[in-house]
T-cell receptor, first 111, second 114 residues
Framework: DGGITQSPKYLFRKEGQNVTLSCEQNLNHDAMYWYRQDPGQGLRLIYYSQIVNDFQKGDIAEGYSVSREKKESFPLTVTSAQKNPTAFYLC??????????FGPGTRLTVL | AQSVAQPEDQVNVAEGNPLTVKCTYSVSGNPYLFWYVQYPNRGLQFLLKYITGDNLVKGSYGFEAEFNKSQTSFHLKKPSALVSDSALYFCAVLAQAAGNKLTFGGGTRVLVKP
């Protein structure tokens, strides 16, 4: 998990509420990614950014938004439009086509 | 579209015995293949990768994987499993034709019994 931090570790959301998950890296990586992991399933890509001030939708972007104003930071907002947000969220970063380094994750639960 | 299949949801092995976790892939162009391990409530840890060169790749913690182009497989192996190897293992593929996005398999849970 070294080099990438995610906060908070646990997050609880009420119905209709937007919440923001933090992801910070000090690896000087250009690319950053957000994944969602559900029990018994693999990781699914939400959004990714290959450079500051630019990002692309992944496979399941609906109900989520991101920003990339700084190289080190890639926050993810889970909006009220995401109907089933309870999941484990993982942030990662990489250089080019090399392996991705993952943060420790944030577990989001809808109350 | 690229895809990864891990046909076994769980693999059980006795400590000291060989461990194999299977992975097959489908991708356009040359694949970049990766194995990751995940312990409970943690992020993924990188084990090894194949990009080009020797088909047998050695990685962390005594793991290795063999790239087989004709069978489109990239099976993970360890000659002698440890109880501490019990975890969730993910195979992943990346292709430039798919916009450099990483696609993960569904994961295989490994249980090593003492």
């Amino acid at each position: 998990d070294g080099g990438i931090t995610q906060s908070p570790k646990y997050l609880f959301r009420k119905e209709g509420q937007n919440v923001t998950l933090s992801c910070e890296q000090n690896l000087n990586h250009d690319a950053m990614y957000w994944y969602r992991q559900d029990p018994g399933q693999g990781l699914r890509l939400i959004y990714y950014s290959q450079i500051v001030n630019d990002f692309q939708k992944g496979d399941i972007a609906e109900g989520y938004s991101v920003s990339r104003e700084k190289k080190e930071s890639f926050p993810l907002t889970v909006t009220s439009a995401q109907k089933n947000p309870t999941a484990f969220y993982l942030c990662a970063s990489s250089i080019g086509l090399n392996e991705q380094f993952f943060g420790p994750g944030t577990r989001l639960t809808v109350l | 579209a690229q895809s990864v299949a891990q046909p076994e949801d769980q693999v059980n092995v006795a400590e000291g015995n060989p461990l194999t976790v299977k992975c097959t892939y489908s991708v356009s162009g040359n694949p970049y293949l990766f194995w990751y391990v995940q312990y409970p409530n943690r992020g993924l840890q990188f084990l090894l990768k194949y990009i080009t060169g020797d088909n047998l790749v050695k990685g962390s913690y005594g793991f290795e994987a063999e790239f087989n182009k004709s069978q489109t497989s990239f099976h993970l192996k360890k000659p002698s499993a440890l109880v501490s190897d019990s975890a969730l293992y993910f195979c992943a593929v990346l292709a430039q034709a798919a916009g450099n996005k990483l696609t993960f398999g569904g994961g295989t849970r490994v249980l090593v019994k003492p």
